[in-house]
């Protein structure tokens, strides 16, 4: 039964009318799963030497369990946004003689050999295999081993539960941001706690039962919350969602705009998609602490730029980059209508407007850093609003893949919507505020290249009209290619 349910699957991927397209973004996807898997062989082998330099008076496994509990944490949170559930197509089975049981342990047996449990792998096994030839005792070491792998599937399982139900979600990236906080101001050493769980796990060696069971558990959890709906009654009775409506007179400020900029809010604020998008959008703010935090990229100023304009880009690159999918199910009844192509734009563009000020706004705590990391966030929201906004409208001219609006994928996962030229769009994007402030920093000095950047994006608002414009006249011919596109059934 299960070699039947994967030839179906195949089956069904491989006569996909969006086959070649789905094939190529997998290749891409394939090549990165690839590197990252490198990556993680390379520490695996490599942490115990490093571990052992870099803390010579203690035990390389010892160090390593202290961090464990961090990284099955962030290992949560990222699953969260781009591990893909596994779904199947349950209604033609459920009028076959074919038991709900099979069905059901089939598809969460595919997340068992999801890429998110094998990568890990990649760190655990080498490590364990260097631990044996440094003199470990095997049965400690196949012991811990098999408990690092029952957590990860553990893991796995949980994130069925987190997905089910975002509180979950917004626990875990607390625990780990706020624990992450606390341990850099040494408040609080969570380490030590972690450290001592699994340090046990290890010392005992059986302690690999204890991720076991708790793995048994969580999978008869899961197996018990799909059994419930797994109906045919279920599958066709129609749900009913209570309406609500949102007072936005406040737009109308807006004059010819308001009506699309009302649609837009309502569409964020309706549908999964774009709910997932705008949270997504709301951690690119954290983007700066990866390098701002770090001494290394202080005598690196254009890489702090590159960060600098992702902090306040992150709403403009995820909603921006999916314009005009977003209305691609009700595209063709818009342009039916007589509807000036510039309105519906300048909507858009105004809407990334808002969300780059929103976004410079909540970024004023970087001025811990300091002012002239402050500034730099300033000049790339200039950035981000003169220049990269219409970079970012204008490629959406070659975005032609219909987005389902209540799609329940993952925002990052998700390749609805997505095609191998936003990768060539994205070069101007990242590459153009590196240059422009760059040049004026080599040959003058850091304001000069601050104020440089910051200039363009005033430049850019200042010839909004005639950019537009431009940019209206490409989307026009190009609609009707857009709309044959967009009737397309993924």
Partial sequence: MVRKLLSLEWKQFKRSPNFQKGLAIKIILILAVVYF??????LGVGAFFIIEDAFPDQDPITVVNNYLIYWFLFDMFYRFFM????????????????????????????????????LPQFFFLPFSIVLLFQGYSPLLVIGWYLAMLFF??????????????????????????GGIALQIYQIVDFTVYGGMFFNKIYEIGYGFLIPLLALILLYRIN???????????EEIRKKTKAVSSQDMSFLNRFGDVAPFLKNDIKLIIRNARPKQVLLMSFLFLFYGLIFFTQDI???????LVFASVF????????FGQLVPSWDSEYYKMMMSQNIPYRLYLKSKWILMIVGCLVSLVLSIPYLYFGMDIFLMIAAGAAFNVGLNSFITLLGGVLNR???????KAKAFSNTQGFNPTQLIIAIPKMVGPMLIFYIPYKFINFEAGIF??????????????????????VYQKTKYKTIAAYDEKN
């Fill in 297 to 303: 990229y202080r005598d690196m100023p254009a890489v």
């Fill in 401 to 407: 893949v219909p987005v389902k609006l209540n799609e």
């Fill in 452 to 473: 440089a950047l910051a200039l363009s994006g005033i430049i850019g608002l200042v010839f909004y009209k005639p950019i537009l414009n431009k940019i209206e006249e």
């Fill in 37 to 42: 898997a490198v990556s993680f062989l390379f």
């Fill in 223 to 233: 197996y018990t919350i799909i059994r419930k709906g797994f109906y045919l009654d």
């Fill in 83 to 118: 591990q893909q559930m596994p779904v199947l197509n349950v209604k033609p089975f459920m009028v076959l003689p074919i038991k709900r049981e099979k069905l059901i342990h089939f598809v969460l047996g595919k997340t068992a050999f999801s890429v998110f449990n094998f």
């Fill in 152 to 177: 990860t599937l553990c893991v796995n399982f949980l994130n069925f539960l987190i997905n089910k139900n975002n509180t979950f979600f917004y626990i875990i990236a607390t625990l780990l941001l």
């Fill in 311 to 318: 902090v306040t880009g992150g709403f403009l690159m995820t």
